[in-house]
Structures are given as C-alpha cells and as structure tokens.
C-alpha cells in the first residue's frame, strides 16, 4: 500500500529540476564510444574464437543466442513496463519510467542483432536449430515418430543408438552427439508449417515490426512531452498513451510468447511446453526490474536524478524484483512439475539433458547449473529481497539487482547450451559473445538517454511521483 505525502516545496518539479542534473547530453559520450568498441571487438572476437573453439563454429551461434536472449528479455521486459505504468494510470513511477523507455527503445538496435540468427537459420544448416534444414533432408528408414526411442532412453539415463555418429554415456544419446547435426525426422516434419525456415524468419521480422514500433512510439511520445508548453496537448497526449496501453499489452504477451517458442523452444523441435511463454514472460520483467534498478542507481551515482528518484522509488522497484523473483519461481516449478507426472519422453528429456532428474544415469554436469538455477534463481533472492530494509538500502538492493541479472543469463545459459551436444561449455567463447551484444545494447541506451531528459518533466503525474511515499 502507498500515501502520498503534501506537496512542499522541496517536492515540487520546479525545485527538484533547480537542484538536479536531468540530461546526459555530451558528457556521455566517451562512455558511449568504449561501450560501442566493446561491443564490436566482442562480436567479432566471438566469431573468430567461435573458429577454434571445441566442438566447433556451431558453439558460437548457441553462445550468441544465449546473450541475445538475455539482453532482449531487458529489453521485452522494460516495454512491459512501460505499457504497464500507463495501463495502471502509476504516478508513483514517472521519474524512473523514462530509463524504462529507453531500455525499451533498443529494441530496433536487437532487430539488427539477430542477424546472425537469421543467417544461421538461412544457411539451412541446422547448426543452431536442428530443423533449419531443407525438407529433403530426411533420415533413411525413419518410423512414424523417430527420436521416441532416443528421447526415452535420455529420459531414463540410457544410452541411445540414434544419430549419423551414434550416441554414447557421455552425451546421453543426445540428437547432436559428435557435433553432428542429425537429418530431419518424421516428427519434426509434423511441424514444418511452423518449423521451417523461410517462416521462422519472417515471423521473427514481424515481432521487432511489432516491439519496435511500439517501444518506439511509446519513447517519441513521451519524449515530445518534454518540449510541449500547453498543457492541453500534454494531457491529451498522455490519454492516448493510456488508452491504447491496454490492446498493446496484450499483444506484446502474444509476441513475447510466439518469440520465445521460436528463439529458445524450437531448439528441441521434439520438445513442447505450453507454458514456456509464461515461463520467458516472468524472467523477462523480473531482468527488467532488476536492470531498471540499476541504471537508476549508477545515474545517481554520477550526479544526475539526485533529488527525482528516491528510497521510496528504489522500495517499489524491490518489490517488484522480488515478486518477479517469485513468480519466475512459480512458473518455473509448474512447468517443471506438469512435464514430471506427464512422464511423456518427448518432454522429459529436454530435463534430463538439463540434469534437472532423478535417474542417475541421467545426472551430467548440467544437474549443477540445475541446482544453481534453483537456488541462485529462486530460493536465495527470495529470502535476500525478503526484508523491508534490504530494499530501501542502495548497496543491498544494488546487490541484488546484480544477482538477479547473473541468474538471468545463466537460465538462458541452462535454456540453450545444452541442446548443443549435450556436454557443458563455457568460455572465451560464451564471454566475448556477452561482452558483444551488452556493448552494443549499453551503447544504444547510452545514445537514446544522452538526446533527451532523463525523467519525464512534464508530465501529469510528476509531482505525484515526487511525493510518493511509501506506507
């Protein structure tokens, strides 16, 4: 529950805008300049090591996708936010709305990102998805549902004799063993209309048409709102702002959804679990919380919002993050629970791959990233967020924050790498991939916060936003 305290003097816009710094402006840009070089060496030394690394150039493609899918839920999640705030008609979140926005307004910068995505997809290779390859590609001698009797043996520990190189202990028969892609299967043919690779390009197209404009219109037409003078306008800009809120939420859960079946789900073309989207949803708001969070706290750190944000506002955001926290929890254990008493092969060995099982032939190195996810992604910031007062201290919900975002990545990471082949990789690789696509990201964000204030100043609802309080 919230109050809201009398409007003093010292609350008001005018005041706080005298006595605080509110643009980036030129200052910024040496910042920019060596995150933007960053990312450039990044992406390029991944590809290169990609090269040389073990099992090879196929590794690159699985560490690009994890970081990528890590800096676009900041991203998906912060656009959420956003349409959330107006949604709800939230004055207590003004003043940090608009590094919400701007985290949002990379969007168009990640639509240029998956570029590599889309080349491997193009290639019809089958390096990243096993189903991006031509239909003709089929495997010799394949039953009604080819794969079963590889993803039972998976699902109880066994060795599999399946694939172009066979199967053996270490891998636990996985699709990939010996970094060898494996032929289409009659059920992945099944879902060719959905599974191809001309559709899965263009649908991903669609989601940045979609995001982007969003994220986009939302950042210009709050922006705009700094300039204007008459009242009139500014209002009226924020009623249509409001109003369609309500449809646009709706249809960015719809994209989120359709964008993580196509960029994490459809790793495994055999695996499926209708609630995955839920699943990507909840991680995405929970990196967003936890990124706002923080970019909030190094501005502040560097003189600027000084008197705007305060540890009323740091107190709502760590409420979020742990709710967020919670829910991933939720989420995560309903569809882990829904996929154990189903028993079905097709879903359990996407876990038992993940080591997240009991069958002890099944347990591999990824059962440790399993227990650290559990642990590191749930039970820990659940108890730490816990207290009132570790969300109204800086350093204590800064930390957090960071742990939140690690975690992040390494369920991207549990998400992702093992559908490789099936063993545990991390390295120069996985790092220059995540320094790559976060310079890039930090860069855009560094551009879009530089151009304009970092607070809505005149906004409805920013002296409600000043005086918010806590109960």
Same mark, same amino acid.
């Given at each position: 529950?919230?109050?809201?305290?009398?409007?003093?003097?010292?609350?008001?816009?005018?005041?706080?805008?005298?006595?605080?710094?509110?643009?980036?402006?030129?200052?910024?840009?040496?910042?920019?300049?060596?995150?933007?070089?960053?990312?450039?060496?990044?992406?390029?030394?991944?590809?290169?090591?990609?090269?040389?690394?073990?099992?090879?150039?196929?590794?690159?493609?699985?560490?690009?996708?994890?970081?990528?899918?890590?800096?676009?839920?900041?991203?998906?999640?912060?656009?959420?936010?956003?349409?959330?705030?107006?949604?709800?008609?939230?004055?207590?979140?003004?003043?940090?709305?608009?590094?919400?926005?701007?985290?949002? +307004?990379?969007?168009?910068? *990640?639509? /240029? !990102? $998956?570029? #590599?995505?889309?080349?491997?997809? %193009? @290639?019809?290779?089958?390096?990243?998805?096993?189903?991006?390859?031509?239909?003709?590609?089929?495997?010799?001698?394949?039953?009604?549902?080819?794969?079963?009797?590889?993803?039972?043996?998976?699902?109880?520990?066994?060795?599999?004799?399946?694939?172009?190189?066979?199967?053996?202990?270490?891998?636990?028969?996985?699709?990939?063993?010996?970094?060898?892609?494996?032929?289409?299967?009659?059920?992945?043919?099944?879902?060719?209309?959905?599974?191809?690779?001309?559709?899965?390009?263009?649908?991903?197209?669609?989601?940045?048409?979609?995001?982007?404009?969003?994220?986009?219109?939302?950042?210009?037409?709050?922006?705009?709102?700094?300039?204007?003078?008459?009242?009139?306008?500014?209002? +009226?800009?924020?009623?249509? *702002?409001? /109003? !369609? $809120?309500? #449809?646009?939420?709706?249809?960015? %859960? @719809?994209?989120?959804?359709?964008?993580?079946?196509?960029?994490?789900?459809?790793?495994?073309?055999?695996?499926?679990?209708?609630?995955?989207?839920?699943?990507?949803?909840?991680?995405?708001?929970?990196?967003?919380?936890?990124?706002?969070?923080?970019?909030?706290?190094?501005?502040?750190?560097?003189?600027?919002?000084?008197?705007?944000?305060?540890?009323?506002?740091?107190?709502?955001?760590?409420?979020?993050?742990?709710?967020?926290?919670?829910?991933?929890?939720?989420?995560?254990?309903?569809?882990?629970?829904?996929?154990?008493?189903?028993?079905?092969?097709?879903?359990?060995?996407?876990?038992?791959?993940?080591?997240?099982?009991?069958?002890?032939?099944?347990?591999?190195?990824?059962?440790?990233?399993?227990?650290?996810?559990?642990?590191?992604?749930?039970?820990?910031?659940?108890? %730490? @967020?816990?207290?009132?007062?570790?969300?109204?201290?800086?350093?204590?919900?800064?930390?957090?924050?960071?742990?939140?975002?690690?975690?992040?990545?390494?369920?991207?990471?549990?998400?992702?790498?093992?559908?490789?082949?099936?063993?545990?990789?991390?390295?120069?690789?996985?790092?220059?991939?995540?320094?790559?696509?976060?310079?890039?990201?930090?860069?855009?964000?560094?551009?879009?916060?530089?151009?304009?204030?970092?607070?809505?100043?005149?906004?409805?609802?920013?002296?409600?936003?000043?005086?918010?309080?806590?109960?």
């Amino acid at each position: 529950m919230t109050a809201h305290s009398e409007h003093g003097p010292e609350t008001t816009p005018t005041a706080a805008a005298a006595d605080e710094r509110v643009t980036l402006g030129e200052r910024v840009w040496p910042a920019h300049n060596i995150a933007l070089i960053v990312g450039i060496i990044g992406i390029v030394g991944g590809i290169v090591a990609g090269y040389f690394s073990d099992p090879g150039f196929r590794r690159f493609y699985f560490a690009y996708l994890i970081s990528y899918c890590f800096f676009l839920a900041i991203a998906f999640g912060s656009l959420a936010f956003v349409l959330l705030q107006f949604l709800t008609r939230a004055g207590w979140s003004v003043n940090v709305r608009r590094v919400g926005e701007g985290l949002a +307004a990379t969007l168009p910068v *990640m639509a /240029v !990102l $998956s570029l #590599p995505i889309l080349i491997s997809v %193009g @290639l019809q290779h089958g390096a990243l998805y096993r189903w991006a390859q031509p239909a003709s590609h089929v495997a010799e001698g394949e039953e009604a549902h080819p794969g079963s009797e590889s993803d039972t043996a998976i699902a109880e520990g066994k060795p599999a004799e399946r694939g172009p190189t066979g199967a053996n202990a270490g891998t636990m028969g996985h699709p990939s063993a010996g970094n060898v892609v494996p032929p289409l299967d009659e059920l992945t043919l099944e879902k060719r209309a959905m599974l191809n690779p001309w559709g899965f390009i263009v649908r991903i197209i669609i989601y940045f048409v979609i995001c982007g404009g969003m994220a986009m219109w939302y950042w210009r037409s709050s922006t705009a709102q700094d300039t204007m003078q008459d009242q009139g306008r500014i209002d +009226a800009l924020t009623d249509r *702002m409001q /109003v !369609l $809120s309500a #449809p646009l939420t709706l249809v960015l %859960g @719809l994209v989120i959804t359709f964008a993580a079946f196509d960029l994490l789900m459809s790793l495994d073309p055999h695996w499926f679990s209708t609630i995955f989207g839920f699943y990507f949803i909840s991680s995405s708001l929970l990196a967003a919380f936890a990124a706002i969070t923080l970019v909030c706290m190094l501005l502040q750190h560097y003189g600027y919002l000084t008197r705007s944000i305060t540890t009323e506002h740091y107190h709502d955001l760590g409420k979020f993050t742990f709710a967020m926290v919670f829910f991933w929890g939720y989420i995560a254990f309903s569809q882990y629970m829904l996929l154990w008493y189903a028993n079905i092969p097709e879903e359990t060995a996407w876990l038992a791959r993940r080591g997240a099982t009991t069958a002890t032939g099944a347990v591999n190195g990824y059962s440790w990233w399993s227990i650290a996810l559990l642990f590191g992604g749930l039970l820990i910031p659940f108890a %730490g @967020l816990l207290s009132r007062h570790v969300k109204r201290r800086g350093w204590s919900l800064a930390f957090w924050a960071v742990w939140v975002l690690v975690f992040r990545w390494v369920d991207m990471y549990w998400i992702a790498m093992p559908e490789l082949t099936g063993k545990v990789y991390f390295g120069l690789v996985e790092i220059l991939c995540f320094l790559g696509i976060g310079g890039i990201f930090v860069a855009t964000l560094l551009r879009l916060l530089s151009r304009h204030a970092l607070r809505p100043v005149h906004d409805p609802r920013v002296v409600e936003s000043m005086a918010f309080q806590n109960a």
